[in-house]
T-cell receptor, first 119, second 112 residues
Framework: GAGVSQTPSNKVTEKGKYVELRCDPI?????LYWYRQSLGQGPEFLIY????????DSGLPNDRFFAVRPEGSVSTLKIQRTERGDSAVYLC?????????????????FGPGTRLTVL | GNSVTQMEGPVTLSEEAFLTINCTYT??????LFWYVQYPGEGLQLLLK?????DKGSNKGFEATYRKETTSFHLEKGSVQVSDSAVYFC???????????FGAGTTVTVRA
């Protein structure tokens, strides 16, 4: 079946612009996660949705970052007034449920990512 | 807080060589431990996992044992292939948590 998809695959923007990154999770997965991967680093947690609500947004770096999941499926990560330091690969993952990652119900399936470059 | 430290790369090996990638962690309680792999042009994939001390995760010829006494989860494969060329990430999630904390990744290149 279809995996997690993310669009666009690449996004180049200018400093100060607004961008939206989209994630389509695996059908039926109630939990959705956003991570950010800077060059040479591992992914860092940004936000977690259980259904439509953001259950944990503790990883968002500042109030320029916002994410929504209005119907409990597709999610959009929104970045306002982009800065050069926002350049990174933004990864989306989904899992069947949002319980402990050790549980077989919570294997996180990752999308290919969106590479954001802020000039 | 929770953190993962893994061996820096890049690592270059010949086919059929033995591969070890070291991973140590810091966490309170009893985390679950994971190895993820990212093949060129693809997304992160779960390679193996272990959820309690002394568990051994294994998949595709790779193995890792959860060692609580040394807070380690080293990845090993006895005979690598060119198709194992990828970036490998060690990760953990705290007990009863959903967030993954990743190491910086180790790039492995296997030459024919």
């Amino acid at each position: 079946g279809a995996g997690v998809s993310q669009t666009p695959s690449n996004k180049v923007t200018e400093k100060g612009k607004y961008v939206e990154l989209r994630c389509d999770p695996i059908s039926g997965h109630t939990a959705l996660y956003w991570y950010r991967q800077s060059l040479g680093q591992g992914p860092e947690f940004l936000i977690y949705f259980q259904g439509t609500g953001a259950a944990d947004d503790s990883g968002l770096p500042n109030d320029r970052f916002f994410a929504v999941r209005p119907e409990g499926s597709v999610s959009t990560l929104k970045i306002q007034r982009t800065e050069r330091g926002d350049s990174a690969v933004y990864l989306c993952a989904s899992s069947l449920k949002g319980t402990s990652s050790g549980s077989s119900y919570n294997e996180q399936f990752f999308g290919p990512g969106t590479r954001l470059t802020v000039l | 807080g929770n953190s993962v430290t893994q061996m820096e790369g890049p690592v270059t090996l010949s086919e059929e060589a033995f591969l070890t990638i070291n991973c140590t962690y810091t966490a309170t309680g009893y985390p679950s431990l994971f190895w993820y792999v990212q093949y060129p042009g693809e997304g992160l994939q779960l390679l193996l996992k272990a959820t309690k001390a002394d568990d051994k995760g294994s998949n595709k010829g790779f193995e890792a044992t959860y060692r609580k006494e040394t807070t380690s989860f080293h990845l090993e494969k006895g005979s690598v292939q060119v198709s194992d060329s990828a970036v490998y990430f060690c990760a953990l999630s705290a007990f009863n948590d959903y967030k993954l904390s990743f190491g910086a990744g180790t790039t492995v290149t296997v030459r024919a």
